[in-house]
């Protein structure tokens, strides 16, 4: 068996060929390694229709078939605007294999994809591709992968975003089997996390990491797809391995005929192996994001933007409730302001289930239609911006009897409906037209520079409608949008448009890829929202990850100031009845606004990092912060627990000289004690539910 080694970055890549097997490979092997572990080092799993698994497997993706019959063709290397990119190709079972491994600039990730392209004239029915494949995850230290490893899991839901939970691999299910007398080395079982519809992220983030705690190093996946998807970790050759992929057909409803020479593409994902665990992961990962997605000013310049919406207006916009709202965020320097849902329904209508024509209201906006409203917003130098929710149409709407059938997701000849919607498929030209309509009639007739692009349904596994199967069609459905959303941007290159899906129910890189701001959450609570802040920067980069700020309209001061903290490290999405809300405490959101405004440059290109490690809804404390060029932020926030001070560990971090309390400028009772020699920072926060900003320097 001949080896080819390729390094790059700290990664180093071992592949094994020989003329009899499939390519076989391992990241980082400690040692030489033997039959029976790369006996599982498939470098690609591929299943077909009618296809034999030749092993005892249950549900894993192991021994595939075309994939076991793969030989080594040829490999080549090229050049690309991220970096040095690498594609082996191979061939066998009547299908020819490339997978493409893209390194990105001189972080240690890199982005993995796969082509099938099929060899025989008679057609081929995929069920399984994996976009990346890797036996030996486990390897290096003395101690089994029971006993050493360690897994990360980011749970999602609505309200409840981005909270990491960690543990063994039997925590999530997963036990050795093997012993001196059960010598097989495997189980069929697996650790199987998948998501199902187009919500990309409606249980979990697309995301994993597993930690070897011997060795120091972690392995970590990012899949970049707006719908179904999957991965799996189990063992083989007494070690684990990690396959990801896009939909599947066990897992999603996906099938794919491919006729002779039709090529099918995965779904990419961002891999990485890092010196350290899940921090250091997410850090490395941060810079990955940063590498993959489209430019946008938006980005750069990170402008404060008013929403209407949440505790404050709440879907029910007229002339009478917006206009001292405009006057309000105006005085607090806000520089964009968005009406949120509700805009288009006339007052007798619900606003939910009308959607889909996105003419304004008349009977909201009485004296001068929308447009009187919007010219205030622009008078009061502010960017206007409307909430849309363009992939679907309301079960009311006069739209739906008009159109042809063929325009809405389907399953067996029926149109789905979900939650009072029809959900609209983005491969009919009469979808994609109506969608440029609306866009750009609202951009040139109203002046409109911000979309809050919403989504608020699962219409399920997909449509069969010229689909191999319900998963074709949505993955085809999926492309399509991407593909219409980036004909939106060349034709209106300065249109920020923000990526909301009752909150953080798609927040994939296929979308935030291309756009330049994403909603975190939901959540009405700022003291739920902010565990959910805290740790937004591991799914989404600071500067892309828009946080609600919304002080009530009665309460103390505490309850403000912890809604800007919330804010202070991402995107401001604020909001609230500031209208209401009492001169002082109005101050207070000033000064945070004013502050915000002086760092924002520097925070563009902070690393996040978390002392007290990722947070979780019900932790006592919370911390969260940004290595930035000129100095680091440190949010720190008291939740309910009864210990008044708590102690940070920042050893780890660039040499600290000054701490000092940021926000608000007056102490309040915060008292701060660093220790330079043991590297712990104690703050203490006498009041519960209460936080405050840091910097260090």
């Known amino acids: 068996m001949k080896r080819h080694l390729v390094r790059r970055n700290g990664l180093e890549f071992h592949f094994y060929f020989a003329p009899d097997q499939p390519v076989r490979y391992l990241l980082n092997p400690p040692s030489e390694p033997g039959p029976a572990l790369l006996k599982w080092a498939s470098l690609v799993e591929v299943q077909v229709n009618g296809g034999d698994p030749d092993d005892h497997h249950g549900n894993k993706y192991t021994a595939t078939d075309p994939g076991r019959h793969l030989r080594y063709h040829q490999h080549r290397t090229v050049r690309t605007p991220l970096g040095y990119k690498l594609e082996i190709i191979q061939r066998g079972g009547d299908v020819e294999v490339i997978s493409h491994l893209q390194f990105l600039g001189k972080l240690p990730a890199f982005r993995s994809w ?38 990360h899991v980011p749970d999602n839901s609505w309200c409840g975003e981005s909270q990491w939970r960690s543990g063994s691999l039997a925590q999530f299910g997963l036990s050795r089997i093997s012993s001196d007398f059960h010598k097989f080395g495997f189980s069929i079982n697996r650790i199987s996390v998948a998501n199902l519809g187009t919500w990309s992220t409606v249980e979990h983030l697309p995301m994993g990491a597993l930690e070897n705690r011997e060795t120091g190093q972690t392995l970590f996946w990012q899949i970049e797809n707006n719908g179904s998807w999957h991965w799996e970790v189990s063992d083989g050759g007494n070690e684990l391995f990690l396959h990801v992929s896009g939909p599947t057909y066990r897992e999603c409803h996906w099938s794919k005929r491919l006729a002779l020479d039709e090529i099918f593409t995965s779904v990419p994902a961002t891999i990485g192996l890092t010196k350290g665990g899940l921090q250091e992961s997410m850090q490395v990962l941060t810079q990955t994001r940063r590498l993959i997605r489209r430019p946008h000013v938006d980005m750069k310049k990170m402008p404060v933007i008013f929403n209407d919406y949440m505790n404050c207006l709440d879907g029910d916009p007229t002339t009478e409730r917006l206009l001292p709202v405009i006057e309000s965020a105006a005085k607090l320097g806000c520089e964009y302001f968005v009406i949120d849902a509700g805009w288009y329904a006339e007052r007798n209508e619900t606003w939910w289930a009308s959607v889909g024509k996105w003419q304004p209201s008349q009977s909201r906006f009485p004296n001068g239609g929308l447009k009187a409203v919007i010219d205030r917003i622009h008078e009061r130098g502010m960017i206007p911006g409307l ?15 008009t159109w042809p059938k063929d325009c809405f997701f389907q399953r067996n000849g029926i149109p789905i409906i979900d939650h009072g919607r029809y959900q609209l ?21 109203f002046g409109v520079g911000y979309f809050k692009m919403d989504y608020n349904i699962n219409a399920g596994p997909g449509t069969d409608r010229k689909a191999d199967a319900p998963g074709d069609g949505l993955l085809q459905h999926n492309r399509a949008y991407l593909e219409w959303l980036e004909g939106v941007f060349e034709r209106h290159p300065k249109l920020v448009i923000e990526n909301c899906s009752s909150g953080g129910l798609r927040l994939d890189y296929a979308l935030l890829s291309r756009h330049s701001i994403q909603s975190t959450t939901d959540q009405t609570d700022y003291r739920l929202n902010a565990a959910i802040a805290a740790a937004s920067a591991s799914a989404v980069t600071p500067e892309q990850a828009a946080v609600w700020s919304y002080p009530l309209a009665k309460s103390d001061d505490e309850e403000v100031i912890m809604n800007m903290v919330n804010v202070l490290l991402s995107r401001i999405h604020q909001s609230g009845r500031v209208h209401e809300i009492s001169p002082a405490r109005l101050e207070l959101i000033r000064e945070a606004l004013t502050l915000y405004k002086g760092i924002r440059s ?14 979780r809804l019900g932790d006592d404390w919370a911390a969260y912060g940004l290595h930035c060029p000129k100095a680091s932020y440190l949010a720190v926030w008291r939740f309910d627990g009864a210990k008044k001070t708590i102690t940070l560990p920042l050893g780890t971090m660039p040499k600290i000289r000054t701490v000092e309390c940021l926000y608000p400028q007056s102490p309040r009772g915060v008292s701060l004690n660093w220790q330079a020699r043991s590297g712990n920072l104690d703050v203490t926060l006498p009041q519960k539910w209460s936080a405050r900003l840091l910097r260090l320097r």
């Not at 995929?126 to 494949?133: D, H, Q």
């Not at 909430?387 to 009897?401: Q, R």
């Not at 498929?425 to 007739?445: G, M, N, T």
């Open 425 to 445: 498929d983005f491969r009919h030209p009469k979808v994609r037209a109506h969608a440029d309509e609306v866009v750009d009639r609202l951009v040139s007739e």
């Open 114 to 151: 796969t082509t099938v392209r099929n060899l025989k004239k008679q057609p081929l029915l995929l069920e399984y591709v994996s976009t990346f494949a890797l036996a030996g995850v486990s390897c290096g230290g003395k101690s089994g992968w029971d006993d050493k490893m360690q897994l």
């Open 387 to 401: 909430w849309l929710e363009i992939e679907v149409m309301g079960i009311h709407c006069s739209l739906v009897k």
């Open 602 to 615: 520097n925070l563009r290109d902070g690393i996040p990092f978390w002392p007290l490690g990722l947070p």
